[in-house]
């Protein structure tokens, strides 16, 4: 990201070399060595993980919640209805109920109960309610023998296949449910190849070189390929969510190639300012290898952050996305040093080729910072101003998880959303299912306390219809499904879920003794938003907190720790905010081909996590270079104009690179990878442009002298952690 375009020629070298410049000249010294033990180590974990395969498995579960709590208790009583289940939906506007169709369906039910991963089926015809009021359109009830995430999604398209091949001649078959939408996620889209193709582009641009461009790209490739192998493994013996791969790609493509860049362009620097190839690789990683493992550290501390929240399908994502930041902060140090070492001849003629345009692009940077040093209240208040407007949608941010009918309309989940939709209602999608338990009650008698309730329940406002009880088979409880009037996604279907909790159904409870749960999925996707909502403040001050002290312990100065925490906020606010606006808010939905409803409830915390460390890289990559000139020369305003000349280029550079990594994955199918790649692009294009170019210059100018001051018993005290070795 960012780097010294022309280091201070003539300084003496340390007398004993530092540990990173040791690294740097064993890399290069066994520079065949390197290259083919990491090789090895990448070739051996992707073939083992092809080999194994992968269990990647999406925990949703919140222990302590009662959503969890009615989950546990039917896998308890009656595993059966615990499993996941399909939708079959037939329609026919002229009626189902017609011996054609009867059999036509019937006989397509009767293939299905002999699939793979089928426990049950229960027909239209023989199932009360499952048709509605004018025989147009009903639905099969297919029980799995699992939960999606055991189902292999083999058998779920087998499934769809087989109910989908009676389709035609006036009868319409779509197949809905959890199991199907993840199996109709698989593919992918071309966002990788289109993220590395624009990266290359950039890279030459900025270098002249291809061999000096493709650099960078093989570091990143060569690191998030062995972290992948890693995770792979690993999620036979932890448990690693479904999206984690692309959201490694994601990262690890953006942080892998700015890493290096950070590097190169140091080693650059050296070699313009009359170093050999060897001398310039040790002084890079001297330097700009500190700084890479200080903003690494950053990016790994926020996302292991996210194990304070307590959820297990984030801790598993966070730990693998901090693998790989921390592989490609390794593949950076080690893998470089070696691929410098082999290709120097050619690279330093490439870059003695470019030299002339980084003069002058030092030069005008130099004139930027000047230009705004000398109006920095002017340009830090309407950047302020602007940041705001951004962040402005997070007021109103909606917290939930997306399901078909978020979806693509082309697909048969998306179809068979909307036929029940039609058919039944819009809360007919997202059913809240009541458990009635009465296992600690002496005497208490499920079924008769679910009769009671059911017509308390059915003149619940927002309620639209209660189905029959349904006891298990040990007599101790009892179901109902309740359906809302609204879709799963309304604001009004999770306040309808909180009313019965703590007013409908608290007085039943206390009336027949038996314990009242409210599950489902639609109910456990407001635990799991209440949840997150409920821990994200204590996140936010870990993660704010331990990246605070680093900067303190780096940089000795208690304003900038605390400069560095606003602008990081206010960047993630700005990004989340942009999320808000176009995903809920439907802003330019069309052109992105997304459905307008609720954020994804994991997403803004890990946009956060990720984006916060990602944000403390740049700081740290831009203050190093001040912090370098003011203790050498102790004059603040140069200290800035120094920092934004040498680090101004590549700053632009990585954080395009960044951007059209993040942003090529909105070309990905999944809404949920389109959020994530929004928000990351808009926070770095923010962060890079307007937080770095024009208020930390601003904010710099007015501080002064203070943006560098500890106080002396707190100096004391505290370690010295110095980004340049001397």
């Not at 992918?188 to 900025?206: C, F, M, Q, R, S």
């Not at 290898?289 to 929240?309: D, E, H, K, N, S």
């Not at 470019?354 to 309407?382: I, N």
């Not at 009465?438 to 209660?466: F, I, K, Q, W, Y």
Request: aromatic share 6%; net charge neutral; charged share 15%.
């Amino acid at each position: 990201m960012l780097v010294e375009q022309n280091p201070s020629p003539g300084t003496a070298p340390p007398s004993r070399p530092s540990r990173f410049a040791r690294l740097a000249g064993w890399s290069t010294r066994h520079r065949w060595w390197a290259l083919l033990s990491w090789l090895v180590v990448l070739v051996a974990v992707s073939v083992g993980a092809q080999a194994v395969g992968a269990d990647y498995r999406d925990d949703v579960s919140l222990p302590g919640t009662e959503s969890q709590r009615a989950l546990d208790t039917l896998r308890e009583r009656s595993p059966q209805a615990a499993g996941s289940t399909v939708q079959i939906v037939v329609a026919d506007p002229d009626g189902l109920r017609t011996p054609e169709n009867e059999g036509r369906v019937e006989g397509m039910l009767a293939q299905v109960r002999a699939l793979p991963s089928v426990a049950d089926v229960r027909s239209p015809f023989r199932d009360p309610g499952a048709l509605n009021g004018d025989g147009t359109v009903g639905y099969a009830t297919v029980t799995l023998d699992g939960e999606t995430a055991d189902v292999p999604a083999q058998d779920v398209r087998e499934l769809v296949d087989t109910a989908r091949q009676i389709d035609g001649d006036g009868l319409r078959v779509e197949v809905g449910g959890d199991a199907v939408v993840a199996g109709e996620e698989g593919g992918g889209g071309p966002a990788e190849g289109l993220g590395l193709l624009a990266a290359l582009v950039i890279l030459v641009l900025l270098f002249g070189s291809v061999l000096a461009a493709g650099l960078p790209i093989v570091i990143a490739v060569f690191a998030v390929g062995t972290a992948m192998g890693l995770v792979a493994l690993a999620s036979h013996v932890a448990t690693v969510a479904s999206y984690t791969t692309p959201l490694m790609v994601l990262v690890g493509l953006g942080v892998g190639i700015d890493y290096a860049l950070l590097l190169f362009s140091r080693y650059r620097g050296e070699l313009l300012a009359g170093a050999t190839g060897e001398q310039a690789t040790r002084r890079a990683v001297d330097t700009a290898g500190r700084t890479v493992l200080f903003a690494g550290t950053t990016v790994i501390l926020a996302l292991l952050g996210l194990v304070v929240l307590g959820l297990g399908s984030l801790q598993g994502v966070a730990v693998a996305v901090a693998l790989t930041v921390a592989t490609t902060m390794v593949a950076a140090l080690v893998l470089l040093p070696a691929l410098l070492a082999v290709l120097s001849r050619r690279i330093e003629r490439a870059v003695r080729r470019r030299a002339e345009r980084g003069r002058h692009d030092g030069a005008r940077w130099a004139a930027w910072s000047t230009f705004v040093q000398r109006r920095p209240w002017t340009a830090a208040l309407l950047a302020l101003v602007a940041l705001l407007a951004l962040a402005a949608p997070v007021l109103g941010m909606r917290l939930g998880i997306a399901d078909p009918g978020n979806g693509d309309p082309a697909k048969t989940s998306r179809q068979a959303y909307d036929l029940l939709a039609r058919g039944f209602g819009p809360g007919f999608n997202g059913p809240l299912v009541v458990v009635v338990d009465a296992s600690d009650a002496a005497g208490a008698d499920p079924r008769a306390a679910a009769e009671r309730a059911r017509p308390v329940l059915a003149g619940t406002p927002g309620v639209a219809g209660v189905s029959t009880p349904f006891p298990t088979a040990d007599g101790r409880t009892a179901t109902m499904v309740v359906f809302p009037d609204a879709k799963p996604q309304d604001a009004r279907t999770a306040d309808l879920v909180r009313r019965l909790r703590a007013d409908v159904l608290p007085p039943l409870r206390a009336d027949s003794g038996a314990a009242f749960l409210v599950g489902g999925t639609t109910a456990a996707t407001v635990d799991f938003s209440a949840a997150v909502a409920e821990r994200l403040p204590l996140f936010v001050a870990v993660v704010v907190g331990l990246s605070s002290l680093l900067l303190v312990l780096v940089f000795r100065s208690l304003l900038i720790p605390v400069k560095a925490a606003v602008l990081n906020l206010l960047s993630v606010g700005a990004a989340l905010g942009v999320v808000t606006l176009v995903f809920q808010q439907g802003f330019l939905a069309d052109v992105l081909g997304v459905q307008p409803g609720p954020i994804e409830a994991f997403v803004p915390v890990l946009i956060f996590a990720i984006a916060f460390g990602l944000s403390m890289d740049y700081e740290i990559f831009l203050l190093a270079r001040m912090h370098e000139h003011w203790e050498q020369h102790h004059d603040a305003p140069a200290a800035i104009r120094h920092g934004v000349a040498t680090t101004g280029r590549i700053v632009t550079a990585a954080a395009a690179i960044m951007v059209v990594v993040f942003g090529s994955f909105l070309f990905d199918p999944g809404r949920m990878l389109k959020q994530f790649g929004l928000g990351l692009a808009v926070a770095v294009l923010v962060d890079a442009l307007v937080i770095r170019c024009l208020i930390v210059p601003a904010v710099m100018q007015l501080f002064g002298r203070w943006a560098w001051w500890l106080p002396a018993p707190l100096a004391r005290r505290l370690p010295r952690v110095a980004l340049e070795h001397r």
